[in-house]
């Protein structure tokens, strides 16, 4: 019985993603960068919807990095006295948004075939011995 409960809550829910992704996409089709962030391997309409309202107009951002820092994406050494660690993410920025673009890297190294997963197997190739967990 739980287990029917479980499977029926699971369909509804799938329609109701599948509804809102056709939502998303009406509404968003002629934006332009709707239209850049879908040609990304990983970013599907709901997370472009949700880059697209946590970040707003993508071009006021002069420069990439600029973007980067407002996500959270931006390296940050720590240092104190003599000890020195290693670059790491400074998590200083916006949260979902960071959450967001992080979800749709890993599922974009989880695709077959794309650029993304070739770089992400070269870096892991190129460390090996080393932790790549912060």
Known sequence: MTCRLQLTR???LSQMRAELERQADALLAAHPDYQ???????????TALVILAEAGDLRRFGHHRQFLKFCGLGLA???SGACQSRERLSK???ARLRCALWISAMAAVRMRENA???????????SRGRDLQP
Do not use: C, E
């Not at 850049?36 to 709901?46: A, E, F, K, Q």
């Not at 993304?116 to 190129?126: E, Q, S, T």
């Open 92 to 94: 200083r920025g916006n």
């Open 10 to 12: 699971y369909l509804q």
């Open 36 to 46: 850049r962030l879908r040609t990304v391997p990983g970013i599907g309409p709901i």
């Open 116 to 126: 993304f997963r070739d770089k992400y197997i070269r870096h892991v190739a190129g």
């Open 77 to 79: 050494k720590s240092q």
